[in-house]
Every structure is written in C-alpha cells, then in structure tokens.
C-alpha cells in the first residue's frame, strides 16, 4: 500500500509543478495551446491514479494504469516540445522532464507487476 500512496502523491506535486510552468508562459497562441494540452493530460495523470486505487478488478486496475501510462507519456511530449521550441529555457524543464521520464518507468512497472499475478 504503501507504493500506492508514493505514486499517489507523487503524480499529484507532478500536477502542481505543470501548473506552475504553464503559468510563466507567454500569453500567446502558441502557449496558450501547449499549456492546455500540458494541463490536460498532466493533472490526468494523478486522476486516473486515484481512480486505479478503486479499481473493480485486476483488468479495470490495469486498464486504468494503461490509460495513466498514455497520459504520462503525451505530458512527456509537450514538456520535449517546451524545451526544443525554446518557449521556456532547457534548465527550467530538467527537474519536470526526470519526473515524467520517472513517472512513466514506474507506472510501466506497475502495469507489468500487475499483469504477473
């Protein structure tokens, strides 16, 4: 239970670290997309957590993850996209690009824990 409570918390400071970077965007047409699709699928993340903790079997559990580990990757993209487009300086999106690569090793492995028992 414990790793449980660790990805729980985990995806969710994630959610709140995205919000604070897309809050220092520029205002404009660009950003404001970016930051959407960043919004979007990276509070998804730790919601589709919380909804894996209630699953109603093994497959809906894994199904969850599976959707989770979608989301946690597009985030992944959009973060890679920030950084090579030059909309935010590479050194503000290190520690948030270690997190998303982190985040989608650990919710792989949890979806390739689950498929063995």
Partial sequence: MAKDKDIVDRTLQF?????GLVNKFNNNASAR???SQIVRSGTSIGANVEEAQAAESRA???????LDLKEAR???????????SD?????DLVSLT???????RIIAQIIINARKK
Wanted: hydrophobic share 35%; aromatic share 10%; charged share 30%.
């Fill in 15 to 19: 959610a709140t670290r995205l919000l």
């Fill in 98 to 104: 270690k997190e998303s690569d982190e985040t989608c």
């Fill in 33 to 35: 997309v970016i930051s």
């Fill in 87 to 91: 909309m935010m300086p590479r050194k």
């Fill in 60 to 66: 809906d559990f894994i199904h969850k993850y599976g």
């Fill in 74 to 84: 597009e985030t992944r993209y959009w973060l890679k996209l920030v950084g090579a």
